[in-house]
């Protein structure tokens, strides 16, 4: 039998337990990953199979791979039940390593430049850009202050509790020591 009708079977009979995002996902691996073994009939598939076609698969992440491992995985299994293999052929799959991307903060020049360019569209955009670059402060924080916690003439933001504070100078000086060592 094709890997494409136990594909199918495996989004049939699961689709009424999962969430329909879940669902979403889960289609949209075997439309976008696995159409390479739609017409192979699934007892040919082979771990060596699999592993050459994750060597193709390019600019994506050991995440996503694990996530196309797991679609896979279910649809061997219920391949299994129905006898048509013997075994999965997942079995001698390694387990994937997540590998951290190396992170490349942006430049002064290039913040002074965004900051720059974000001048034409709205100067609250401005504030925005310029408390996430300078502060330590994430998204939410900084869409959450209120009028009344920002002073622009003094420069200061009297949001956080004196724990917070005690706690982001911490964090600053580990990051200064950091800075110091490169």
Known sequence: MLFKKYA???IYLNSDDWKPSYLDKQKGIIKNYLTHFYNQDINTIKSTDIKIYFKTIELIGNKSKRNILTVLNGIFKLAIEDEAI???PLIHFGRLKYKAPKIQPFSADEVNQMIEKSKNYNFNF??????GFYTVMRTGEILSLKLDEVDLKNKTISKYTESFTKELIKQSKKYQKALKKK
């Open 8 to 10: 199918d079977l495996y």
């Open 86 to 88: 013997d075994k999965n």
């Open 126 to 131: 401005v504030y925005f850009l310029a408390m």
